[in-house]
């Protein structure tokens, strides 16, 4: 028997179904996220730059294009309480703090790597980046001066603070979730989670689960006080490389290079939707009010020219008749 909030989610999707495609830049986008009111949404790319978009009724309207790195932008993410405050990491050995209300970069900190993972801490006070040396610095959000530096002996794949603030996670190249105490850093735990490369992890708004994706192609959700695996999704074939969770916590998106992007309701593991695509996905985010989905594939450029990176942006449930 499907659930009630399953058949919602299918009547929402059956009628907004649609989804648009924006240009952000000029080669592709590594990494998309939405401010905390949901009102903006930024993208980094390849191009060394990053995008912000303003959300209007059924369409992304580019706001500003934030220049100044020497490298690759690979991740970004918003203030988790401000909406005006976007980081940026990139390979360029710098993170950079973007004030959208004046459209200037406030902030380039000096890191010692090539920055590939980034994250904001929920109370806004620490900025956690990691580079490709497995290295992970603590930043502190205010002063701009690194607060602590960890060098891990395992690949370490995506980070996160758990949403209580008090625990912090890393994905690793062995299939491991770390959990280390915050800030003291100490090991609390190491799940063995996959037999391959963890690659990517996301806690739910709710503070109940989270998630991680794997190169096995699997996904698994974890109970947060238990951590203990409750289910696995298994409808892709490819490695997991980006998840997010709905604003309510009950769907879970995640992609890989297959050509679709799998929507799963959290509480059965049951397919609630999926989004059609023509090349891997790197990066989907959820907006944090709405069932929109913004997500970047690998698109290249029309039928002529099969080697340019399109570089665009997509928003997936926006009404049929828009």
């Known amino acids: 028997m499907a659930s009630s909030y399953y058949q919602e989610m299918q009547e929402v999707f059956r009628n907004n179904n ?10 592709k986008v590594h990494s998309v996220a939405w401010s905390c009111d949901g009102k903006r949404l930024a993208s980094g790319s390849f191009d060394k730059t990053a995008s912000v978009f303003v959300l209007e009724k059924d369409r992304l309207v580019k706001e500003n294009n934030y220049r100044g790195h020497g ?19 990139s390979g360029d050995k710098t993170i950079r703090i973007w004030d959208v209300r004046t459209t200037k970069c406030m902030a380039t900190i000096s890191t010692k790597g090539e920055n ?5 801490s929920p109370d806004g006070q620490t900025i956690a980046v990691g580079n490709k040396d497995d290295v992970v610095t603590f930043i502190d959000a205010k002063t701009h001066r690194p607060r602590a530096e960890e060098q891990f002996k395992f690949e370490v794949n995506e980070i996160s603070w758990n949403n209580d603030n008090d625990m912090f996670f890393l994905t690793n190249g062995n299939g491991c979730i ?10 609390i735990q190491s799940i063995n989670a996959h037999p391959s490369n963890c690659i990517c992890i996301k806690f739910d708004p709710t503070g109940k689960y989270f998630a991680t994706g794997s190169a096995d192609a699997l996904v698994s959700l974890w109970d947060v006080e238990e951590l203990v695996c409750v289910r696995c999704f298994s409808r892709l074939d490819w490695p997991v490389r980006t998840l997010s969770f709905s604003h309510d916590g009950k769907m879970l998106a995640s992609a890989s290079e297959d050509h679709f992007i799998d929507i799963a309701e959290v509480e059965t593991g049951e397919k609630l939707w999926e989004i059609q695509c023509e090349s891997p996905t790197f990066t989907v985010a959820w907006h944090p009010k709405r069932p929109l989905l913004a997500y970047a594939c690998d698109d290249k450029e029309g039928k002529y020219d099969s080697n340019r990176e399109a570089g665009t942006v997509k928003l997936f449930g926006l009404p049929n008749d828009s």
């Open 116 to 120: 590939i993972n980034i994250c904001w």
């Open 178 to 187: 770390n959990i280390l105490s915050y800030p003291d850093l100490k090991l």
């Open 18 to 27: 649609k989804s648009r495609e924006f240009p952000a830049h000029n080669a």
């Open 71 to 89: 490298d690759s932008v690979d991740q970004l993410c918003w203030h988790p309480t401000n909406p005006d405050l976007f980081v940026t990491a």
